[in-house]
């Protein structure tokens, strides 16, 4: 049944108030002013970038020396806004965070587990002892919430990737991982920029692993609408987008796992101002209905 | 304890063999053989274009129409593996997805709800009856699973960005509509394009929505990395990259609630050759934990 609307979306019109172009890259939007910026719509494109050619990461590398001389090797131009993804395991390599399986004596509910699913019985003692609580442990899977609160397989353990007989841990506190990368970028480079420490999580109810926001630095992580209105003037009730975890995801495009890009950097992207962590993308168990 | 470790990326590798470079927008790499295009390290960006300047969306409209004319006017340049990705809300709106309020007559299990939780009865009546199963239906949260497989809030019924009275329901078949959509754009551009029809879902144990992947077409939605070798020589396990949700939510950094933009063109993002539908994104019930 067919019906006529008007058009709800002016051709003049403005962006929400907290939002601001930070960025513009692709373009010469530098100079323009905020209030030509807000009254188009953005015809600027985002961009991803692969971080290429970064060495295998070992304990103690300076990370932030790494990424940048593979942003210089790029001859990528940094600007203010810019975000960089960069995933948790060359973190957790740059801090350490490998342990050598035959280090690990499993508990007898390690082991049991583990003969039960022909798993490693070394892993899975390690992801019991990284996590807080086990959501489910079932079918050969164990989800399990880690003591930072993040909900994912394994609690976060991972033995891909990694040299044989190890395991990697994720990063002791992603959001503090990264605030030191994102002073130390933002130093070197100058201008504002954003980190994202990402990894790839699974999902209920659907079909593979994206990747997502594990620390957050720079920026805040989610965009809330809340209370604005659409163009048809009606209040928004619900929305609240999760902007860093979309950032991830963007990473992941380029990030494979086989290839050895494990950073990426997005530019373009307009972000409010604003600042915020990882962990605000953490539901609290009392709002969540998934535990 | 830092421990020093060979170098697993070689400066000179091969891609894995499913993957090609079917785009490499913003370079000029279009006739670079596959050999070369696989043995350097992808330097290529993805990029992400907004479309801009669409009129509302009425049904019966044109949508394929309305997004050639919205890539010629921005003189985007499409090629081989370029995807577009497309709001549903504008899917649904071209299809006639729309439905007035006061042709609803809410049930009595609609009404007693939405008098607890102070909603529109109206809309739990529609949420109801797209529902083929409620999920959790608690403190004024309705997560269902939609006849097509899609657990979401409200089933997908919406009642921000339509017009006063109405609500919009999501497309009968996203698959289908988006296979529609992906034929005429190859056919327009001359070229093989992908479409994402996406809307923005909320997940478990994380805040925030982000921008996922409902109907596919002209692609693989999911990268099956399993039984690769990483660069350790370890098989992987469990590695299957949910692409088209990565893609939906990359297009929706560009994609605002409130902006117009109901459409973007990611460009550049290496894919594998491969057909699939939105379809192979839903986990199905026996292997999921979480129903």
């Known amino acids: 049944m067919p019906m006529a609307y008007d058009n709800p979306c002016p051709t003049e019109r403005t962006w929400p108030t907290p939002f601001r172009v930070l960025v513009c890259a692709m373009s010469n939007s530098e100079n323009v002013s905020d209030t030509e910026a807000y009254s188009t719509p953005s015809p600027f494109p985002v961009r991803i970038t692969p971080l290429t050619g970064l060495p295998e990461v070992a304990p103690d590398d300076d990370l932030a020396r790494l990424l940048v001389e593979a942003a210089k090797r790029q001859r990528l131009v940094l600007r203010q806004g810019d975000v960089f993804v960069v995933a948790q395991k060359i973190v957790s390599k740059a801090e350490g965070r490998i342990v050598r399986l035959d280090s690990i004596e499993p508990s007898e509910r390690a082991k049991r587990w583990a003969a039960e699913y022909h798993k490693d019985p070394r892993v899975i003692e390690l992801v019991l002892r990284e996590a807080s609580s086990i959501v489910r442990m079932e079918r050969g899977v164990v989800i399990a919430k ?48 954003s980190v994202i420490i990402s990894d790839t999580f699974g999902r209920p109810w659907r079909e593979g692993l994206v990747n997502v926001a594990l620390g957050v630095a720079g920026m805040t ?32 495009l380029v990030m494979g796992k086989l290839d050895c890009v494990p950073a990426a950097v997005v530019q373009g992207v307009m972000m409010p101002e604003g600042s915020g962590s990882g962990r605000d993308l953490i539901r609290p168990a009392e709002r969540d209905l998934f535990r």
Request: with cysteine; aromatic share 4%.
């Open 146 to 193: 880690t003591r930072d609160g993040f909900v994912c397989a394994n609690a976060g353990v991972d033995i891909s990737n990694t040299p044989q007989g190890t395991a990697l841990l994720l990063p002791e506190n992603p959001d503090r991982s990264a605030r030191t990368l994102q002073e130390q970028l933002a130093r070197t480079f100058g201008v504002h920029v």
């Open 221 to 252: 992580p989610l965009l809330d609408y809340r209370g604005q209105h659409d163009p048809h003037g009606k209040m928004l009730q619900a929305t609240v987008i999760a902007l860093a975890d979309e950032l991830a995801a963007a990473g992941g």
